[in-house]
């Protein structure tokens, strides 16, 4: 199985949230995790932010960003292109989408020619509504 793996559902794995184990699973059973350059990005800013607040010990989030990059040392992670960047811009079925979760789902759709069937691992509402009406299978949803 081809898996994108989006920011929401990589964060409840590595914060140990609700459905984190499914998503670690199911991470660990694709033949080939697919990723956004931004699903990397938001997930160590999500560390960062939740030590700031207070929400997870500094040990727990170094702990996390570690596992974070021994697992995108195996995906293919994405480059923001222009083409992505242009796709996002643009509309999409279950609007409103916002910014970053636009990026994610023109990042899936641009896998698509290269790699063929793609089911996208979100918990995200806005891009879990967004998915089947593009044409892509959903890997996971809460």
């Known amino acids: 199985m081809n898996l994108y793996a989006e920011t929401s559902a990589v964060l409840r794995w590595l914060l140990g949230a609700p459905r984190g184990e499914d998503v670690r699973t199911l991470l660990a059973q694709a033949e080939n995790v697919f990723a956004s350059r931004l699903t990397v990005i938001e997930a160590r800013r999500a560390l960062v932010r939740a030590t700031v607040l207070g929400e997870i010990a500094e040990a727990s989030a170094l702990e996390a960003a570690a ?42 759709l641009f896998l698509v020619p290269e790699v063929g069937a793609l089911s996208v691992l979100s918990t995200d509402d806005r891009i879990v509504r967004n998915v089947p009406l593009l044409g892509l299978a959903l890997a996971l949803a809460v």
């Not at 960047?85 to 899936?108: I, M, S």
């Open 67 to 108: 596992a974070l990059s021994v697992a995108a040392a195996r995906w293919t992670v994405v480059e923001m292109l222009p083409e992505i960047g242009e796709r996002a811009a643009g509309r999409f079925p279950a609007e409103p989408v916002r910014t970053l979760d636009a990026l994610h789902l023109a990042t899936a």
